[in-house]
């Protein structure tokens, strides 16, 4: 079974790269205000409230994390066999910018909505990466992937910096009483906000970057699911070609649980534990975003200088070290300094492995590994945030049994959490470990 093939794949061209990092301009829009600092603390403290707004926080990440991971592999397949990846990229990309839009209408009291429209939009969010994400071998060669990854996420970050200070204005305006409109309108608008700027960031990818993959026509009495299917058999059955990608895989699914987790939950430990209110928020993620941008240069020089395995310990380990300060921490300029680290550290984590898979797949099969990166994401996806809101709850439950008020059992039930994501990256750098990184360059390049 073969996938489409690829025309000769000259050296992209700027205008080309250029729309390619706008896209990740623009979604780093939706992370940096509907997962980061506004639509999560919203949701968990207004839309519900207390230790049950961080378990159904939780739970609706992981309803769409576990929708991508299932759908992501069939439709991966189908997108490398007909060379329709922008068609899916387009399709994704509409319905997270639409149904982050409807998060205006998600008031206070109104779980079953906020948390409904959420799914979908971060279903059209997350499933969008992975067809963005197999565009990358079409841009760049194996031995620029770290810098183009590193590029892109650091644009990606100024993204994310840009629409917190278009938002942020108004929220301050607002608290000062120079905005006159009641309860959470501000607020709810600043998703509008969101949905627009990535509409407009998003626009280029699709008018300057051609999809350089030809589709190949389908056999007599097939269809595309059935060819997907037939595609993925064979790429489980040759599976031991790709021994060092599947033992990466299994580490990425581990340790991306811990960045998730971090991102998921950012704003509502900000808010549980230090206080901060919803300027409070913003001005964290964007110091947050800062430093990814820096960690997203670095990280991507060192990939290129010292190999990804390399990088991505170095970023595992800064992690671990974020974690363990942010449980013993009990300031709000500490919860600053330790943004800093941990935004340096997850921009190497996600740029890194982001690069990797694609210098680990064949040729013609990107977004097929994509779509097996994904699957390991966004079941990690679903089983840390899970996991997260589930401790956060049963353990404030815990410590008001105990006797403890309820803020005060809340903010045990949140370090409590915090200890489980350091569990993570700890197992997944020990998995990363056994990756043999040049084996894996050469069963990639050795598959046709």
Same mark, same amino acid.
């Given at each position: 079974m073969t996938t489409a093939t690829l025309k000769s794949k000259p050296l992209s061209t700027r205008k080309e790269r250029i729309a390619?990092?706008?896209?990740?301009?623009?979604?780093?829009?939706?992370?940096? =205000? /509907? !997962?980061?600092?506004?639509?999560?603390?919203?949701?968990? $403290? &207004? #839309? +519900?409230?207390?230790?049950?707004g961080s378990r159904l926080w939780g739970m609706a990440v992981g309803i769409a994390m576990l929708v991508v991971a299932v759908t992501s592999p069939v439709l991966g397949a189908i997108a490398d066999y007909s060379g329709a990846k922008k068609?899916?990229?387009?399709?994704?990309?509409?319905?997270?910018?639409?149904?982050?839009?409807?998060?205006?209408?998600?008031?206070?009291?109104?779980?079953?909505?906020?948390?409904?429209?959420?799914?979908?939009?971060?279903?059209?969010?997350?499933?969008?990466?992975?067809?963005?994400?197999?565009?990358?071998?079409?841009?760049?060669?194996?031995?620029?992937?770290?810098?183009?990854?590193?590029?892109?996420?650091?644009?990606?970050?100024?993204?994310?910096?840009?629409?917190?200070?278009?938002?942020?204005?108004? =929220? /301050? !305006?607002?608290?000062?009483?120079?905005?006159?409109?009641? $309860? &959470? #309108? +501000?607020?709810?608008?600043?998703?509008?906000?969101?949905?627009?700027?990535?509409?407009?960031?998003?626009?280029?990818?699709?008018i300057w970057l051609p999809e350089r993959a030809q589709g190949k026509p389908l056999p007599a009495g097939e269809n595309y699911f059935s060819v997907a299917f037939k595609q993925l058999g064979h790429?489980?059955?040759?599976?031991?070609?790709?021994?060092?990608f599947l033992k990466f895989m299994l580490a990425f699914l581990i340790y991306n649980d811990g960045v998730i987790m971090a991102l998921d939950f950012a704003a509502i430990i900000g808010a549980v534990l230090y206080g901060l209110d919803q300027q409070g928020l913003i001005i964290f993620i964007m110091i947050v975003h800062v430093a990814n941008i820096f960690g997203a240069y670095i990280f991507g020089v060192w990939?290129?200088?010292?190999?990804?395995?390399?990088?991505?310990?170095?970023?595992?380990?800064?992690m671990i070290a974020a974690i363990v300060w942010l449980y013993l921490n009990q300031t709000e300029n500490g919860f600053f300094m330790i943004g800093v680290l941990a935004g340096v550290a997850m921009a190497g984590l996600q740029s890194v492995s982001r690069s990797m898979v694609a210098v680990f797949c064949p040729p013609g099969q990107s977004a097929e590994f994509y779509g097996f990166f994904a699957v390991a994401g966004r079941t990690s996806s679903f089983i840390g945030p899970t996991i997260?809101?589930?401790?956060?709850?049963?353990?404030?439950l815990w410590y008001q049994n105990q006797g403890q008020a309820v803020a005060l059992a809340e903010q045990a039930g949140q370090r409590a959490a915090i200890l489980s994501i350091g569990i993570f990256f700890i197992v997944g750098l020990i998995l990363l470990s056994f990756v043999n990184e040049k084996r894996a360059r050469e069963a990639a390049k050795m598959t046709s």
């Amino acid at each position: 079974m073969t996938t489409a093939t690829l025309k000769s794949k000259p050296l992209s061209t700027r205008k080309e790269r250029i729309a390619w990092y706008l896209y990740d301009f623009g979604n780093s829009a939706y992370a940096a =205000i /509907v !997962l980061l600092a506004v639509y999560s603390a919203y949701f968990q $403290g &207004t #839309v +519900v409230g207390g230790a049950e707004g961080s378990r159904l926080w939780g739970m609706a990440v992981g309803i769409a994390m576990l929708v991508v991971a299932v759908t992501s592999p069939v439709l991966g397949a189908i997108a490398d066999y007909s060379g329709a990846k922008k068609k899916f990229l387009l399709f994704y990309t509409i319905m997270s910018v639409v149904f982050t839009a409807a998060l205006f209408f998600v008031e206070p009291g109104r779980v079953a909505l906020g948390m409904g429209l959420f799914i979908l939009a971060e279903i059209g969010y997350r499933s969008s990466q992975v067809f963005y994400n197999g565009l990358l071998p079409e841009i760049a060669n194996s031995d620029e992937m770290g810098r183009i990854s590193g590029n892109g996420w650091a644009i990606g970050n100024v993204g994310g910096v840009i629409s917190l200070l278009v938002v942020l204005p108004l =929220i /301050v !305006l607002q608290q000062r009483g120079v905005i006159h409109l009641e $309860g &959470t #309108v +501000v607020v709810r608008s600043t998703l509008v906000i969101t949905a627009v700027f990535f509409a407009i960031a998003a626009i280029p990818i699709f008018i300057w970057l051609p999809e350089r993959a030809q589709g190949k026509p389908l056999p007599a009495g097939e269809n595309y699911f059935s060819v997907a299917f037939k595609q993925l058999g064979h790429t489980v059955r040759t599976a031991r070609r790709y021994k060092e990608f599947l033992k990466f895989m299994l580490a990425f699914l581990i340790y991306n649980d811990g960045v998730i987790m971090a991102l998921d939950f950012a704003a509502i430990i900000g808010a549980v534990l230090y206080g901060l209110d919803q300027q409070g928020l913003i001005i964290f993620i964007m110091i947050v975003h800062v430093a990814n941008i820096f960690g997203a240069y670095i990280f991507g020089v060192w990939m290129d200088q010292m190999g990804g395995k390399r990088s991505l310990m170095i970023s595992i380990l800064m992690m671990i070290a974020a974690i363990v300060w942010l449980y013993l921490n009990q300031t709000e300029n500490g919860f600053f300094m330790i943004g800093v680290l941990a935004g340096v550290a997850m921009a190497g984590l996600q740029s890194v492995s982001r690069s990797m898979v694609a210098v680990f797949c064949p040729p013609g099969q990107s977004a097929e590994f994509y779509g097996f990166f994904a699957v390991a994401g966004r079941t990690s996806s679903f089983i840390g945030p899970t996991i997260y809101g589930i401790v956060a709850y049963r353990a404030a439950l815990w410590y008001q049994n105990q006797g403890q008020a309820v803020a005060l059992a809340e903010q045990a039930g949140q370090r409590a959490a915090i200890l489980s994501i350091g569990i993570f990256f700890i197992v997944g750098l020990i998995l990363l470990s056994f990756v043999n990184e040049k084996r894996a360059r050469e069963a990639a390049k050795m598959t046709s």
